[in-house]
């Protein structure tokens, strides 16, 4: 909590092409490193969710079920 304001000069862009808009009362360096802090938070916290909670099945890239063995018992 460093009592930073940081906003942007625009609006529409997020993520990373937000970084040449921002703006800050204490310098464009200290308003970049705010937001990139932010920003690699939500990352890290959105990849770890994804990792415990797994991936919806039947979405594209989701691995294929096991195939089964069809053939019939002799």
Do not use: C, H
Not at 28 to 53: C, D, M
């Amino acid at each position: 909590m460093l009592g930073e304001k940081v906003g942007a000069t625009a609006i529409g862009p997020s993520g990373w092409a937000l970084f040449p808009l921002l703006t800050g009362n204490q310098g464009p360096a200290t308003a970049i490193a705010v937001y990139a802090g932010g920003l690699l938070t939500a990352y890290a916290v959105a990849f770890a969710a994804t990792l415990a909670l797994g991936f919806p099945r039947g979405t594209a890239g989701s691995p294929a079920p096991p195939a089964t063995d069809r053939t019939p018992a002799a």
